[in-house]
Structures are given as structure tokens and as C-alpha cells.
DNA sequence: CTTAAGTGGATAGTGTCAATCCGCTTAACT
DNA sequence: AGTTAAGCGGATTGACACTATCCACTTAAG
């Protein structure tokens, strides 16, 4: 498929690079909500030179994000590598909410909702298996309530991810309490355990509920 | 000052009485961003009559959501006549997250940012200091871990209310699934609890990261 | 030196909303 | 029943925030 089209011109290549590292900027400290006409301009290109290159947003999105959940899933992978089942759990969390705090852009594809692309929905894909082990792993340790689902590191940091958007400005660090009082509810070294109202939700479900686009409102 | 007005007249009246129904609708099953143009269509008059009766969005909100505010701030009271502290605090998240679940307008005016409105802000205000004694009290009681601090509820609710959000239309409850697991994070009997990372943000500083413009991304 | 590739940015196009205006209708009062 | 101020609807205007194109000019590559 991959006609050898002729290698860019090197002024072109240059603006490329330039774009796609001021993309990477903007979308870390601003969000995905920049325009391409930011992108441009922030990379000291003109807009028309941003379009030569990348259809639309979507694309310049794809071109980076990919490598971005590539690094949460090497940071999955790490925590499975890490001799004690607990402290894999924990650094999972810590490490992925840590990456997420310093990239805004990252932290929307992982948490808010369908960035619709294919290859970004895959890379995601490839996460939940190594999360799937971490959490099974520590179960059958006995490191975390038997009632923990994979699906709960999810969605705590889906929450957690909420917490840190609200006090990034004041207390950039606030998420870590919050942190510590969810492993606290998930360790199983306490007396007892409130039972869990309601089941995890499966993998499919989970799925859906990441990739739903955003109610209408606000 | 409140020049007595002659009253509307009988249809005005009534139209405006459905504006209002129209609104609180809308706004707890779409959240605070419809348009005046939506609310007056589905209360089945025309915008005009819409503009002739509320000069923006702004006064539709205040006319509405004091009132819900009201409501939470009646549920800490109720949460604080409880006679055990503990059943006191998990009552409270419960039933106000339960109230920000079936609307979400109210849910966005707890949770998102700056309605800038004064009544609004004022009516949140007076909830702070009954979740302060309700936190005081479980902590005296020795009903909650010694570390807790009253701006902890505000911040469990941001996140639960994120949890809630994303799985709303996929299993609306599972929201409690993470409150439960949050509750037993907070409990103080457990064998030892990890000491937390960060102190909890003063009251002024709570105040502000509720009340901050949303960043510009997304 | 030639020329295809690349460039910049003004500008046209698109969509979303807030808010107004004005010809028509109707409640209220005599 | 007639008068009239109040009320009504909704097309329309204007503001804004972006997306995407076009084309006269510049430059790398051979």
C-alpha cells in the first residue's frame, strides 16, 4: 500500500517535526481543544502549511496519542513486573494518574471519551489486558479485596482524573490524597468490608462506557 | 424597591410557569446547557415569550437552582440529626449524590464551576459549614479516620460525580460501587491506615477550585 | 537556472447560540 | 362590543469560534 512516495522536501520535514512538537505541547498543557490554526502558529508555521500536512485534527492526534498510551501500557506492564502484587497496583495508579497530571491531552483520550480513531482505541485495548493481570494477581495474593475488578482501576481513575482537573490550578498534587483514601478501600487487611452495591461492569461494558460520546449538555 | 408591579396577566402568567417546568426539565435531564430557544420549544411558546420574561439563561438558572441547592443543604441537616455519626456521613453522600444523579443541571452547579451567580455561590456556601460539623463530628466520634477533613466530601463527590457521568447510560448505579469503596477508605477501623500524601485544601481554597472558570481545552 | 514542492495567511464557509424586532393575537376592562 | 396595552411567535440578525481552501510568493533540489 505504502507507494514509496518521494522522501519531503526538508524544509517540509522540519515544519512537520515543528508541528507535531508543538502539538504535543499544546495538547499536554492546553487539552485537545487547541485548533490546528494554534498548532500552526505555535510551531511559527503558517495554517495552510499545518493543512499540507495533516487533514484535519484528528490526524495529528492520532500521530501522537498512539505513543502516549503506549507509555501508560508500558508503565502496565512495569507495575506486572514488579515482584510484589500490591505495590504493582499502587505504582501502576501512581505512575498512570502522574503521566495523565502532566499531559491534559493524554489524560482526555484516556478518560473523557471517543477520540473515535481506530489505532488510539486499539493501543487502549492492549492496556486492559496487563490491567486484567495486575488486579488478578493481586487478588489471588490476597493483596486487595476479593471483590476488585479490573475494571475499577478504570474508573478510579476516571474519577481520580476529575479531581485533579478541578484542583490543578491550586493544588497540583490534591489527586494523591484522594489516591491514598481509594487504596485504602481496596486493601483487604481490614476487619471488615462494606460489601460492594453493585457488580463491576464487564469489559464490554466498560468499554462502551469510555468510548460513549459526550452527553449533549454544557 | 419591589414597586408593586401589576400582576401578569392570566396566559403570561402561565407561560411563564411552563417556561419554568420547561427549564427545570431540561436542565436535570440535559444538564445547564440548553438554550433558551430548546427550553421555550419544549415548554411549546416562542423564544420571544421566552426573552420577554427572562432577560438570559442566567435568571433561569438562579430561579431554579437555589432551590435545589436548598434541598442539598436540607439533607446535610437531616444527615446531621442523625444520631450516629457514621450513618450521618455515608446518608449525606448518599442521598446527595443520588439528587445530583437525577439532575443534572444541579449536578454541574455542585460540581463544575463558576455559575457565577451570587445566590448560588451564597446557598453553596451555606452548606460548607454543615458538612464541616458533619466531618468534625464523625472524626470526634472516632467514626472516621483522624485525617479527614471536611473538604474530603467535596472532592468525593467531584469524583464519584465523574464515575457517574461516564457510566450514566451503561449501569447508572454503578456509581455506588466506588462510593463504597471510598467509604471504606474513610472508615477508622482498619488495622492501619496509610498516612496521606497531601493535607486537604482549606475551605478558601476549596471554594476556589469549585469555582474556576473551566479551562479553556475540550 | 528551472521547476516542482512548499509556504503563509487572508478569507470564505460552517455551525452554534443569544437576543431582538415587529406584525399579529388576546386578556382585561369599560 | 369596543378599545387597548400586554403578550405572543419565530424569522432573523449578529457575534463568535473554528475549519479548511486558495493562490501569489518563496525555496530546495537537480
Known sequence: MT????????????????????ARELFAERGLGV?????????GVGVGTAYRRFANK???IDALFEEGLEAIAAVAAESLAEPDAWVGVVSFLE?????QF???????????????????????????????????RARVEGAVRADLDQSDLIFIQVGLSAIMQSSREIRPELYRRYLALFLDGIRS??????????????????????????????
Chains 1, 2 share one sequence.
Open 58 to 60: 484528528e490526524e495529528v
Open 102 to 136: 502532566g499531559d491534559q491531552g493524554l489524560n482526555q483520550i484516556m478518560n473523557d471519551n471517543a477520540l473515535g480513531d481506530e489505532r488510539i482505541a486499539d493501543a487502549r485495548d492492549r492496556i486492559a489486558p496487563l490491567i486484567e493481570q495486575l488486579v488478578e
Open 95 to 99: 505512575r498512570s494518574l502522574e503521566m
Open 35 to 43: 485548533t490546528l490554526n494554534d498548532i500552526a502558529h505555535h510551531a
Open 189 to 218: 487487611d481490614r476487619s471488615d468490608l462494606t460489601p460492594l452495591p453493585t457488580p463491576a461492569l464487564s469489559p464490554f461494558d466498560t468499554h462502551r462506557a469510555m468510548t460513549r460520546d459526550r452527553p449533549p449538555g454544557s
Open 3 to 22: 507507494t514509496t512516495t518521494r522522501p519531503l522536501r526538508k524544509d517540509a520535514a522540519r515544519n512537520r517535526e515543528r508541528l507535531l512538537a508543538s
